[in-house]
C-alpha cells in the first residue's frame, strides 16, 4: 500500500489522493519549516489532497534519512538506547516527530493534543528567555558560546519534562508519548550544536579552564558532553581530557566520574560510579555498577554524595 493511501486510511479518512511527487523534488523551503511548533501533522487532515501529498513525501524523505548515531565498538553495546533516534539533517526529526499518533489519529484529538504540546514548548521556551534576561545572541568568543549553548542544553534537556508535567498532570499516555517525540526532535537538533561547538574548542584547547574560558567553563563542556549520547567517540574523547584536567585540579571530580559513567554505559560496561540508570517513573534501578559493594567509597572520593541519596534525589514520581 502507497505511504499516502496507509495514512489516509490510518486517519480514517479513507479518501484517494494523487501520489506523492519524486523525492527529487521536495524543495529546500518545505525541509526548513519543519521547526518545533511547525504543524506538518496538519497536513494529514487538510481538504486539499496536494497538501496531504506533500505531507506524506516530507515523511517519507524524514523516514529515510541516515542516523547520526555512531556504531559501538564490536562486541559492545549491542542494545545500543541510543540507535536510530536522531537523523540528519535536524529537520527530519522534526517531521518525523510531528506525525499523529496511535490515539491521536483523528482530526479532534490530533488537535487537543497539539493544542497542550505546543503551549509546553511555548512555556518552555519562555522559561530560556527568562535566564537570558532577553539577550539570546551569543558573544564571539568561546567561552560565551558555551555559557549560550549550556543554557539551551538546561532548559530543553533539564526542565522540560517538569514544563510538561506541571501544565497538563492529566494529560494522557498518548499526548505525553507525543510530547516526548517531539522533546526528541528539539533535543537532537542542541546536540548537533553543541557537537559542533565541542569539536571547534577541542581544536584549540585540551579542556577549558575558568581562568582562560570564564567561570563555568569547565563544567559547561561537561554538560554538553554528558548529552552527546549520539556522538559516543567525542563523549570518549571529553571523557579523557576531563580526566586529566580534573586529575591537576582544574576540573571537576564529580563532574569526570558521571561523564566515565556515562561511556561506560554507552559501550555496554558496568559503570564505575553508579550515576547512570535506567529511564523509569518509579524504579531508579542502575545500570550494572563494577564491585557496588564498594560504590559508595568510590563516589565519595570524587565528591558525590551516595547511591542512596542520589536514587532519592533523581527520582521522578508516575503522573
Given at each position: 500500500?502507497?505511504?499516502i493511501?496507509?495514512?489516509?486510511?490510518?486517519?480514517?479518512?479513507?479518501?484517494q489522493?494523487?501520489?506523492?511527487?519524486?523525492?527529487?523534488q521536495?524543495?529546500?523551503?518545505?525541509?526548513?519549516?519543519?521547526?518545533?511548533?511547525?504543524?506538518?501533522?496538519r497536513?494529514?487532515?487538510?481538504?486539499?489532497?496536494?497538501?496531504?501529498?506533500?505531507?506524506?513525501?516530507?515523511?517519507?524523505?524524514?523516514?529515510?534519512?541516515?542516523?547520526?548515531?555512531?556504531?559501538?565498538?564490536?562486541?559492545?553495546?549491542e542494545?545500543?538506547?541510543?540507535?536510530?533516534?536522531?537523523?540528519?539533517?535536524?529537520?527530519?526529526?522534526?517531521?518525523?516527530?510531528?506525525?499523529?499518533?496511535?490515539g491521536?489519529?483523528?482530526?479532534?484529538?490530533?488537535?487537543?493534543?497539539?493544542?497542550?504540546?505546543?503551549?509546553?514548548?511555548?512555556?518552555?521556551?519562555?522559561?530560556?528567555?527568562?535566564?537570558?534576561?532577553?539577550?539570546?545572541?551569543?558573544?564571539?568568543?568561546?567561552?560565551?558560546?558555551?555559557?549560550?549553548?549550556?543554557?539551551?542544553?538546561q532548559?530543553?534537556?533539564?526542565s522540560?519534562v517538569?514544563?510538561?508535567?506541571?501544565?497538563?498532570?492529566?494529560?494522557t499516555?498518548?499526548?505525553?508519548?507525543w510530547?516526548?517525540?517531539?522533546?526528541?526532535?528539539?533535543?537532537?537538533?542542541?546536540?548537533?550544536?553543541?557537537?559542533?561547538?565541542?569539536?571547534?574548542?577541542?581544536?584549540?584547547?585540551?579542556?577549558?579552564?575558568?581562568?582562560?574560558?570564564?567561570?563555568?567553563?569547565?563544567?559547561?563542556?561537561?554538560?554538553?558532553?554528558?548529552?552527546?549520547?549520539?556522538?559516543?567517540?567525542?563523549?570518549?574523547?571529553?571523557?579523557?581530557?576531563?580526566?586529566?584536567?580534573?586529575?591537576?585540579?582544574?576540573?571537576?571530580?564529580?563532574?569526570?566520574?558521571?561523564?566515565?559513567?556515562?561511556?561506560?554505559?554507552?559501550?555496554?560496561?558496568?559503570?564505575?560510579?553508579?550515576?547512570?540508570?535506567?529511564?523509569?517513573?518509579?524504579?531508579?534501578?542502575?545500570?550494572?555498577?563494577?564491585?557496588?559493594?564498594?560504590?559508595?567509597?568510590?563516589?565519595?572520593?570524587?565528591?558525590?554524595?551516595?547511591?542512596?541519596?542520589?536514587?532519592?534525589?533523581?527520582?521522578?514520581?508516575?503522573?
Amino acid at each position: 500500500m502507497m505511504v499516502i493511501e496507509w495514512l489516509l486510511l490510518g486517519a480514517g479518512l479513507g479518501m484517494q489522493v494523487p501520489p506523492a511527487p519524486p523525492m527529487a523534488q521536495i524543495q529546500p523551503a518545505d525541509i526548513q519549516q519543519a521547526t518545533d511548533e511547525f504543524d506538518f501533522g496538519r497536513l494529514i487532515f487538510a481538504p486539499a489532497a496536494d497538501e496531504r501529498a506533500k505531507y506524506a513525501q516530507l515523511l517519507a524523505w524524514a523516514e529515510s534519512r541516515p542516523s547520526v548515531a555512531e556504531p559501538n565498538p564490536p562486541g559492545k553495546g549491542e542494545a545500543d538506547p541510543y540507535a536510530n533516534a536522531c537523523f540528519e539533517p535536524v529537520q527530519a526529526n522534526y517531521i518525523i516527530a510531528w506525525r499523529p499518533r496511535p490515539g491521536l489519529d483523528s482530526p479532534s484529538s490530533y488537535a487537543q493534543a497539539r493544542g497542550k504540546i505546543v503551549g509546553a514548548l511555548r512555556a518552555i521556551k519562555a522559561r530560556y528567555l527568562a535566564t537570558t534576561k532577553g539577550e539570546t545572541t551569543a558573544g564571539p568568543s568561546l567561552g560565551a558560546q558555551l555559557e549560550a549553548q549550556v543554557r539551551v542544553d538546561q532548559v530543553w534537556f533539564g526542565s522540560a519534562v517538569d514544563v510538561w508535567l506541571e501544565l497538563f498532570p492529566q494529560a494522557t499516555d498518548e499526548e505525553t508519548t507525543w510530547f516526548f517525540s517531539i522533546l526528541q526532535a528539539k533535543q537532537c537538533e542542541i546536540e548537533a550544536d553543541s557537537v559542533k561547538l565541542l569539536t571547534r574548542l577541542f581544536k584549540v584547547t585540551s579542556w577549558p579552564d575558568d581562568a582562560a574560558y570564564g567561570d563555568g567553563a569547565s563544567h559547561a563542556a561537561w554538560v554538553l558532553a554528558q548529552h552527546a549520547d549520539h556522538h559516543p567517540s567525542l563523549q570518549r574523547l571529553a571523557a579523557a581530557r576531563l580526566r586529566r584536567a580534573a586529575s591537576a585540579g582544574e576540573a571537576s571530580t564529580a563532574d569526570y566520574a558521571l561523564l566515565q559513567d556515562r561511556v561506560q554505559v554507552r559501550l555496554g560496561l558496568p559503570q564505575v560510579y553508579g550515576s547512570q540508570f535506567h529511564a523509569s517513573c518509579g524504579g531508579n534501578v542502575p545500570y550494572p555498577i563494577l564491585d557496588e559493594a564498594n560504590v559508595d567509597e568510590r563516589r565519595k572520593a570524587v565528591g558525590l554524595s551516595s547511591l542512596e541519596e542520589y536514587k532519592a534525589k533523581i527520582g521522578r514520581p508516575c503522573k
